[in-house]
């Protein structure tokens, strides 16, 4: 078929990471496009998550370089953060704000415009409406996994790099985030998403790269 692809947005080459004597990823290549959804699959402690930390820049990869529309990958620099969404595993809120005053903060910190009617719309597209006025504290752990989310997507991004995003979400909450995110594709955004939901994966992603199995990555 052919078909002219578009240039990838997120390109990702040779990430090494090794912890003492253990290499965990081993020159692990991938490109995500704009509009295109990548799943990264594998069993636990397979790598997944220390990807997703070496490629934004969370942990510092041994080798290898992950650049976004062709700057180095960086969520401590000010003009690649503008541009990057992430849902890690091990999002702390403020504990003395609640959750519209989190998003709120989250929407203008991040220079988002309109961010007073872009929290009041996500704030009810991940129904915490009703609870909006109250502390993280006081959230079942499902409701704070929406406010997770809700925090990426309260702020203006091009890449929405996700770790488990259906982690303690109910059916639902599953069933909202195959649809948003192939709505995040649509506005023509790039995806980078590890699932261990077979379904949600099938629904979103283009393409997986698998991790696992001692023979590093293998993109098909
Ligand atoms: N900071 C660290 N120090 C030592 N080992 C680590 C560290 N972070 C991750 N690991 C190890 O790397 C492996 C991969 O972990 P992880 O990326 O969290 O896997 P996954 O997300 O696929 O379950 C695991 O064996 C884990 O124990
Ligand atoms: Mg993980």
Known sequence: MAQTKADPLLVVRGITRRFGDR????????????????????????????????????DEADGGEATLDGRVLDERRPD???????????????????????????????????AEEVVNDVLDEVGLMEVSGQLPSTLSSGQRRRLALASAFVRPRTLLVLDEPEARLDVDGVRWLGEKLLSEKAAGRAVLLVSHDPGL????????????????????
């Open 80 to 114: 690649v953060r503008r541009d990057l969404a992430v849902v890690m595993d091990d999002i702390d809120f403020f504990p003395d704000l609640s959750v519209v005053e989190h998003l709120d903060l989250v929407a203008r910190a991040h220079a988002q415009p309109d």
């Open 201 to 220: 994966v099938e629904q979103v992603c283009d393409r997986v790269v698998r991790l696992g199995g001692g023979d590093g990555a293998d993109a098909g």
């Open 23 to 58: 290499t965990i990823l081993d020159q692990v290549d991938l490109d995500v496009a704009a509009g295109e959804a990548v799943g990264v699959v594998g069993p636990n402690g397979s790598g997944k998550s220390t990807l997703l930390r070496c490629i934004v820049g969370a």
